[in-house]
C-alpha cells in the first residue's frame, strides 16, 4: 500500500501596520491567493499599531478565503512605539499560532504583494519545510512596480531605475567574489517585505530584536549570531510600494522621498563607487556616489559582469489584478476591535481571543 506523503508545514505570517487602510486588503488578498496555490495550512496575524485611520475597519471587514486571518489592535506607548515593537508583537502572536519546531513563520509589510508562489518558495528552501537547501532563514527578494516608480514623475523614476539597476550589478559582482558564501544566482536585500524562518528557530534566537530602525535587518544578523543560515534566492519575491510618504520614520519610503528630493550632486547615502562598493567596510565620504556620476558607475559594472557570462535567466511571475472592491470595503462600517492593557510593555490595545466569527473558514 502506497505511503501518504507527510502533511505539509503549518505557516503564520506577521503583519506590522500603520495607517493602512488604502493597502491592507491587498496585502491579505496577496497572501489569499498564495495560500490558495500551497495545501498546507495557513494563518495571517495583523498588527494595527495605532492607526488613526480607518485600517482596523477594513480589516474587520476582510474575508479571506484560502486563510485564517487573527486581527489585532494596539497603541503603543513610548518607549515602545515604534517599528521594531510592532514587528516583534506581531511575530510572537504568529509564532503563537504555531506548534512543531519546523512550522514556517513568516513576515511581510502591509504595503506589499507577495507572489503567488511565495509560501511554496520559502517552504523549499527551509529546512523545517523538507527544503532542498535545509537553510534557517530565507530573505526574499523585494521588487517595486514600474507603474509606482512611474508616479513620481520622469525624474525620479530614472534615478530609482538607476539606482535598482547599479544595485542589481553590485549583486552579482559580490556573489562573484565570494562564492563560499551563498551560489549564484542570488541577492543582498534583507527588509521586511518578505521573511521566512522555522519556528524553532525563533524560539531560539528569543525572539525578534526590537531596534527603533532597521528591526528586519537586525533579525537576520540575530540568526546569523546565533549560526543561523540565511538564503537570499532570487525566486522567492514580492511586490512593494515605491511610496514616498512612509508611516515609520527612518524606513523605506523616507529613503525613497530623499533619493527623489535631492540635488544631482549630493551623496548618495552607502552608494559607493566600484571597487569600494564590493567591500563598504572601509568606504570614506569621498566613495560615495551621486546621480550626476551614477551612470558611469553603472556602465563600469555592466562591463564587469558581461566579463562573467549571462545573468541567470528567472521565471516571471505574473501578478493578475486583485479587484476593484478595494474602496467599497474600506467604506463598509464594522465594529473596532476590543481594547485591553497589557502590563509590563506599556501596550494598550492588543485585542483579546478572536472570536470564530472573526477567523475565515
Given at each position: 500500500?502506497?505511503?501518504?506523503?507527510?502533511?505539509?508545514?503549518?505557516a503564520a505570517v506577521a503583519i506590522p501596520l500603520r495607517d493602512e487602510a488604502e493597502r491592507i486588503g491587498d496585502?491579505?488578498?496577496?497572501?489569499?491567493?498564495?495560500?490558495?496555490?500551497?495545501?498546507?495550512?495557513?494563518?495571517?496575524?495583523?498588527?494595527?499599531?495605532?492607526?488613526?485611520?480607518?485600517?482596523?475597519?477594513?480589516?474587520?471587514?476582510?474575508?479571506?478565503?484560502?486563510?485564517?486571518?487573527?486581527?489585532?489592535?494596539?497603541?503603543?506607548?513610548?518607549?515602545?512605539?515604534?517599528?521594531?515593537?510592532?514587528?516583534?508583537?506581531?511575530?510572537?502572536?504568529?509564532?503563537?499560532?504555531?506548534?512543531?519546531?519546523?512550522?514556517?513563520?513568516?513576515?511581510?509589510?502591509?504595503?506589499?504583494?507577495?507572489?503567488?508562489?511565495?509560501?511554496?518558495?520559502?517552504?523549499?528552501?527551509?529546512?523545517?519545510?523538507?527544503?532542498?537547501?535545509?537553510?534557517?532563514?530565507?530573505?526574499?527578494?523585494?521588487?517595486?512596480?514600474?507603474?509606482?516608480?512611474?508616479?513620481?514623475?520622469?525624474?525620479?523614476?530614472?534615478?530609482?531605475?538607476?539606482?535598482?539597476?547599479?544595485?542589481?550589478?553590485?549583486?552579482?559582482?559580490?556573489?562573484?567574489?565570494?562564492?563560499?558564501?551563498?551560489?549564484?544566482?542570488?541577492?543582498?536585500?534583507?527588509?521586511?517585505?518578505s521573511i521566512a524562518l522555522t519556528l524553532g528557530l525563533y524560539r531560539r534566537i528569543g525572539g525578534a530584536p526590537?531596534?527603533?530602525?532597521?528591526?528586519?535587518?537586525?533579525?537576520?544578523?540575530?540568526?546569523?549570531?546565533?549560526?543561523?543560515?540565511?538564503?537570499?534566492?532570487?525566486?522567492?519575491?514580492?511586490?512593494?510600494?515605491?511610496?514616498?510618504?512612509?508611516?515609520?520614520?527612518?524606513?523605506?519610503?523616507?529613503?525613497?522621498?530623499?533619493?527623489?528630493?535631492?540635488?544631482?550632486?549630493?551623496?548618495?547615502?552607502?552608494?559607493?563607487?566600484?571597487?569600494?562598493?564590493?567591500?563598504?567596510?572601509?568606504?570614506?565620504?569621498?566613495?560615495?556616489?551621486?546621480?550626476?556620476?551614477?551612470?558611469?558607475?553603472?556602465?563600469?559594472?555592466?562591463?564587469?559582469?558581461?566579463?562573467?557570462?549571462?545573468?541567470?535567466?528567472?521565471?516571471?511571475?505574473?501578478?493578475?489584478?486583485?479587484?476593484?472592491?478595494?474602496?467599497?470595503?474600506?467604506?463598509?462600517?464594522?465594529?473596532?476591535?476590543?481594547?485591553?492593557?497589557?502590563?509590563?510593555?506599556?501596550?494598550?490595545?492588543?485585542?483579546?481571543?478572536?472570536?470564530?466569527?472573526?477567523?475565515?473558514?
Open positions: 500500500m502506497p505511503s501518504c506523503p507527510a502533511p505539509l508545514p503549518m496585502c491579505v488578498a496577496a497572501l489569499d491567493r498564495a495560500a490558495a496555490g500551497w495545501n498546507g495550512r495557513v494563518r495571517v496575524v495583523a498588527f494595527a499599531n495605532g492607526c488613526r485611520d480607518n485600517s482596523v475597519a477594513v480589516l474587520d471587514a476582510l474575508d479571506p478565503k484560502h486563510l485564517e486571518l487573527v486581527r489585532l489592535a494596539a497603541t503603543l506607548l513610548p518607549p515602545h512605539a515604534h517599528a521594531g515593537w510592532a514587528r516583534r508583537i506581531a511575530l510572537d502572536a504568529a509564532a503563537d499560532l504555531l506548534a512543531a519546531p519546523g512550522d514556517l513563520l513568516l513576515s511581510t509589510d502591509a504595503d506589499t504583494l507577495v507572489a503567488p508562489d511565495w509560501f511554496a518558495a520559502n517552504a523549499r528552501r527551509l529546512a523545517g519545510g523538507r527544503g532542498e537547501g535545509g537553510w534557517d532563514a530565507v530573505a526574499g527578494r523585494a521588487v517595486t512596480t514600474r507603474a509606482e516608480r512611474a508616479a513620481h514623475g520622469v525624474r525620479a523614476k530614472r534615478r530609482l531605475d538607476d539606482l535598482g539597476r547599479y544595485y542589481t550589478l553590485l549583486d552579482r559582482l559580490r556573489a562573484a567574489t565570494r562564492p563560499e558564501e551563498e551560489p549564484w544566482p542570488r541577492h543582498y536585500y534583507e527588509g521586511g517585505a526590537t531596534p527603533p530602525l532597521a528591526e528586519d535587518r537586525a533579525l537576520f544578523n540575530r540568526i546569523r549570531a546565533a549560526g543561523g543560515r540565511v538564503c537570499h534566492p532570487v525566486d522567492v519575491r514580492a511586490f512593494t510600494s515605491a511610496r514616498a510618504d512612509g508611516r515609520a520614520p527612518g524606513g523605506m519610503a523616507d529613503t525613497v522621498a530623499g533619493w527623489i528630493a535631492q540635488d544631482e550632486d549630493a551623496p548618495l547615502h552607502e552608494t559607493y563607487a566600484l571597487p569600494v562598493a564590493l567591500s563598504p567596510e572601509g568606504a570614506v565620504a569621498d566613495d560615495q556616489l551621486s546621480f550626476r556620476t551614477l551612470p558611469a558607475a553603472i556602465r563600469q559594472a555592466q562591463a564587469l559582469v558581461r566579463s562573467l557570462g549571462p545573468l541567470p535567466e528567472v521565471e516571471p511571475v505574473f501578478v493578475p489584478p486583485l479587484g476593484d472592491d478595494v474602496d467599497e470595503r474600506v467604506l463598509q462600517p464594522a465594529p473596532e476591535l476590543a481594547h485591553r492593557l497589557i502590563a509590563g510593555l506599556g501596550i494598550v490595545g492588543v485585542a483579546g481571543p478572536v472570536d470564530e466569527k472573526d477567523v475565515a473558514a
